[in-house]
């Protein structure tokens, strides 16, 4: 049976992994919606590789350019934010939720108010409205799958057990590029230095927010909103070869762990086919050539990333979506060498310190203090530029 599918942000890096996946069982998949935000060119190779019913670009003013790319191809078009949102509520079996940063917030709520499957990239937007995301898979019956490559190990290590009788839930990190770096280092790197992964090879925003180890903050968030055992119960432990992607202990002391290449296709395909399970291409696990594994304490001085993230995670609210917008205007600020590298945990610091309103009821409210964090890092950055 061919299940149908669509894929939000489908020029990425997750993106194209999901459809280097599909593409190996054309026969299993139709593809029903591809979405990007500017790569008309890539966009249009995909939509016409994997026959896809819609295509659609995120900037309104390039649909005449993705017109003309798939003029003759039978093949839907569509532009702006709105289209993602009513794309996203389309009759399919599977959702991939990748495109990057809140601009995926509203477009996977939509898929998650609809009740089917949805394979959850988009860690930021569970970062920012994770409540309103959580209630909305109450409400609809869908089933949230975490492709996240520590969350969807713990989901795995998860499996035929009960939340309550879980003690501990451990997040694996890499420790980024900089994991030995003295902070005098780090405030001499550059954007090229910082995206280069040790391990993972990622887009450029998280693998920025890898070399601050935001990303393990963001991810504690979203560990929090996935398997709720409370945050003090949620640790995190650096382990630079990227072999184990997270570990889950129950109530007798019985630890469970997934391992696998750091390969993104692995925890993709796991969401692809389940409750089954899938061939991939990927390397398989060869622990006589890794040879040892090791393990340290996370430094939150050097990485003040994962405190500010722990700290908002606590205060609760709109802290999150705060610390959330701050980071991505500081990181693409770095990115495109306006600030420096320790500028953006400084930046995130200081918007959240501005913050105070009461907590949002509402996707509005969390959008209202996304917009109003990122209104206050933009000045932030502009100061510091200056
Ligand atoms: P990427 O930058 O490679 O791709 C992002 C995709 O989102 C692209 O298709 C882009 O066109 C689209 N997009 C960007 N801005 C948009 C906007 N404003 N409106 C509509 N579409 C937009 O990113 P990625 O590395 O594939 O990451 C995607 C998500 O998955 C992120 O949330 C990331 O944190 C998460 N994630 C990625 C990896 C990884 O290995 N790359 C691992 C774990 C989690
Ligand atoms: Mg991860």
């Not at 061919?2 to 990425?12: N, Q, Y």
């Not at 109530?251 to 399970?277: C, E, F, V, Y």
């Not at 060498?337 to 949002?360: C, H, M, N, Q």
Request: glycine fraction near 8%; charge should be negative.
């Amino acid at each position: 049976m061919t299940r149908r599918i669509s894929i939000f942000g489908a020029t990425g890096s997750v993106g194209t992994s999901t459809l280097d996946l599909i593409g190996r069982d054309d026969d299993a998949w139709s593809v029903v919606a591809l979405t990007a935000h500017s790569d008309v060119p890539a966009l249009a190779a995909a939509a016409r590789a994997h026959s896809a019913e819609v295509a659609v670009i995120g900037q309104e003013a390039l649909y005449a350019d993705l017109k003309e790319a798939l003029s003759g191809s039978g093949i839907e078009v569509e532009a702006g934010a709105e289209a993602l949102v009513d794309v996203a509520r389309l009759d399919v079996d599977w959702t991939m939720a990748a495109i990057v940063g809140t601009a995926g917030l509203e477009p996977t709520l939509a898929a998650l108010e609809r009740g089917n499957s949805v394979a959850l990239a988009n860690k930021e937007s569970l970062v920012s409205a994770g409540g309103l995301m959580m209630e909305a898979v109450r409400a609809s019956g869908a089933t949230l799958l975490p492709v996240d490559s520590e969350h969807n190990a713990i989901f795995q290590c998860l499996a035929g057990s009960r939340l309550e009788d879980v003690r501990r839930i451990t997040l694996t990190a890499s420790g980024g590029p900089f994991r030995e770096f003295t902070r005098d280092q780090m405030a001499a790197v550059t954007p090229a230095q910082a995206v280069k992964h040790p391990n993972w090879s990622m887009g450029a925003k998280i693998s920025i927010d890898s070399a601050t180890m935001m990303n393990k903050g963001l991810e504690l968030i979203e560990a929090d909103h996935l398997f709720p055992i409370g945050l003090d119960n949620i640790d995190i432990l650096v382990h630079p070869q990227s072999v184990i992607h997270s570990l889950v202990e129950y109530r007798d002391h019985s630890t469970l762990a997934q391992l696998g290449s750091p390969d993104m296709r692995i925890p993709i395909a796991h969401a692809l086919a389940w409750p089954k399970r899938m061939a991939t291409p990927c390397q398989p696990l060869d622990l006589v050539t890794i040879g040892r594994l090791d393990f340290e304490a996370p430094d939150q001085v050097r990485f003040p990333g994962l405190r500010l993230a722990r700290e908002a995670a606590r205060a609760g609210g709109g802290h999150p979506a705060t610390l959330n917008a701050a980071n991505e205007v500081a990181v693409a600020a770095f990115l495109s060498g306006r600030i420096g590298f320790l500028d953006i945990a400084t930046i995130v610091e200081e918007v959240l310190a501005g913050y105070s309103a009461p907590k949002p009821r509402d996707i509005a409210g969390i959008l209202e203090a996304d917009g109003q964090a990122r209104e206050a890092a933009s000045r932030i950055v502009e100061r510091v530029q200056a």
